[in-house]
Nanobody, 121 residues
Framework: QPRLEESGGGSVPAGGSLTLACAGRAFSAWAMGWFRQSPGKRREFVAAITWTGGDTIVAEAVQGRFTISRVTAEDTIYLQMDSLKPEDTAVYYC????????????????WGQGTQVFVFS
């Protein structure tokens, strides 16, 4: 069973930075991205990147603060999160889909287990 393995979550003060990573050896030709879910809220899209790394989509709520990237040689994507806010507190999930459009729609097939990000003020 193909797996997505997230890492990099933790607790940071507001204004701080974290970098999340998601490794997925079986997904070198897939779009990959991130969603997040806070307690009592629906899972929401954060960012996505094509399999080549040539195109990205970033949610408006995090534009200018979060950057998604991909190292194809490592089969890994990264989410650089800067200027973190308490409202960014959530479990962040890695997702893989056949295309960035499918992923953005929330219809990606494979999900990671999630990594917790906690931003305190």
């Amino acid at each position: 069973q193909p797996r997505l393995e997230e890492s990099g979550g933790g607790s940071v003060p507001a204004g701080g930075s974290l970098t999340l990573a998601c490794a997925g050896r079986a997904f070198s030709a897939w779009a990959m991205g991130w969603f997040r879910q806070s307690p009592g809220k629906r899972r929401e899209f954060v960012a996505a990147i094509t399999w080549t790394g040539g195109d990205t989509i970033v949610a408006e709520a995090v534009q200018g603060r979060f950057t998604i990237s991909r190292v194809t040689a490592e089969d890994t994507i990264y989410l650089q999160m800067d200027s973190l806010k308490p409202e960014d507190t959530a479990v962040y999930y890695c997702n893989a889909a056949p295309s960035i459009r499918v992923l953005r729609a929330g219809n990606g097939t494979f999900w990671g287990q999630g990594t917790q990000v906690f931003v305190f003020s």
